[in-house]
């Protein structure tokens, strides 16, 4: 999803700003929905050079901190439908909290993208309407004595909230180590935290009975006693056979979270690849669930063994159980048919319901 071709036929990537061959300005179109070059048509505006769109066009108004790289109807609201999800974003006075914010909005853009095209959750009216959702990218303060007082990733009520440190690369290691992880990062928080959302205001609405079958009864635990619990005891030895982490043997709704992530991380990989001409992954919803996973399975190793050629981390582990696929073959059967995931959907149209409102400054 993140890989595309720009006017002249150079390739361009998810978070451009300009094609390096001809100059063409690069980035998302708030109409199409394609990830596109433009042409420049007067000072301000450029025209989408996607044969079905040409629409005219302007910078969404983060582009200027180069936070954000869509481009908007001039008659629109200053913000691009991405940027409109966030609802509280740091305070801009002072340049490391800029750079924090647009890695933030980046890998936002990517998440939105990327289930945007998955067609993931469908759009079903107004069901979202419940729980809008929004996004806080929150920098933690300190109290009258000095305190620091913690911001804590997470999901509440719709709101996603993100601790603007989580874009800061030392932090992010340091925490990484600290909590015993085989990695962080803001993609994955990302994707993670939809999973609560997509879990609440769609999957427990639409399939409850199978999701406790699946994942367990999510109201059978008190959420607080089994993290209390999780703390205090750490996973079984054995999580492996079951679970794609340790941390989501901790309740139901993480293992769900967690599974979310690894699924949205395999669906990625799929398409770059398939994009690379390296492989020809089926990620349609009609794709049967265990050649996919074993499919895009290859294609990590492959990757892994030129991240261990150059020391660095493997990318996924290079097998999922079969519990652990059968978790994932229930999310894939979740997703609508509106679009086959390698193409922009054919209705564009964004399933959360979203407020209008003016972002906060924190
Ligand atoms: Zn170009
Ligand atoms: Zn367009
Ligand atoms: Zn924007
Ligand atoms: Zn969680």
């Not at 959907?345 to 906060?360: G, S």
Request: hydrophobic share 35%; aromatic share 10%.
């Amino acid at each position: 999803m993140k890989i595309s071709e720009c006017q002249c036929g150079n390739r361009i990537f998810f978070n451009n700003i300009q094609c390096l061959a001809c100059e063409r300005t690069i980035g998302l179109c708030d109409c199409c929905h394609s990830l596109t070059s433009f042409t420049k048509s007067s000072d301000n505006t450029y025209q989408c050079d996607q044969k079905n769109c040409g629409k005219e066009v302007v910078f969404c108004s983060n582009r200027t901190a180069a936070i954000c790289n869509s481009m908007i109807l001039p008659e629109s609201t200053q913000l691009c439908h991405w940027c409109e999800f966030t609802s509280v974003h740091p305070d801009t006075s002072q340049l490391e909290n800029i750079q924090r914010w647009a890695e933030l909005e980046r890998a936002k853009r990517q998440l939105l993208f990327q289930l945007e095209w998955l067609d993931f959750p469908p759009y079903l009216g107004e069901t979202g309407a419940e729980f809008p959702l929004e996004f806080q990218f929150l920098a933690p303060q300190t109290d009258d004595t000095g305190k620091q007082i913690p911001v804590y990733t997470g999901h509440a009520n719709g709101v996603i909230t993100i601790n603007l440190m989580e874009a800061d690369r030392v932090f992010r290691e340091r925490t990484r180590l600290e909590l015993n992880e085989p990695q962080r990062t803001l993609i994955g928080h990302m994707r993670h935290e939809i999973g609560h959302y997509i879990d609440i205001f769609y999957i427990q609405k639409v399939a409850a009975e199978k999701y406790a079958e699946v994942f367990g009864d999510p109201n059978a635990v008190s959420y607080g006693d089994a993290k209390d619990l999780y703390y205090k005891q750490g996973a079984p030895d054995n999580w492996a056979e079951n679970y794609v982490s340790a941390y989501a043997t901790m309740h139901p709704m993480e293992d769900m979270a967690e599974t979310m992530n690894v699924y949205l991380d395999l669906i990625s990989i799929a398409r770059t690849a398939n994009v690379f001409h390296y492989s020809k992954i089926d990620i349609s919803p009609r794709a049967n669930i265990d050649k996919f996973v074993q499919d895009t399975l290859k294609v990590a190793v492959v990757v892994s063994e030129f991240n261990s050629d150059l020391g660095l981390m493997p990318l996924l582990p290079e097998q999922l159980p079969q519990s652990v696929v059968d978790k994932i073959g229930f999310i894939h059967s979740l997703r609508g048919s509106n679009s086959n995931g390698d193409s922009p959907p054919t209705r564009p149209r964004f399933f959360f319901h979203r407020k209008k409102a003016e972002p906060q400054v924190q």
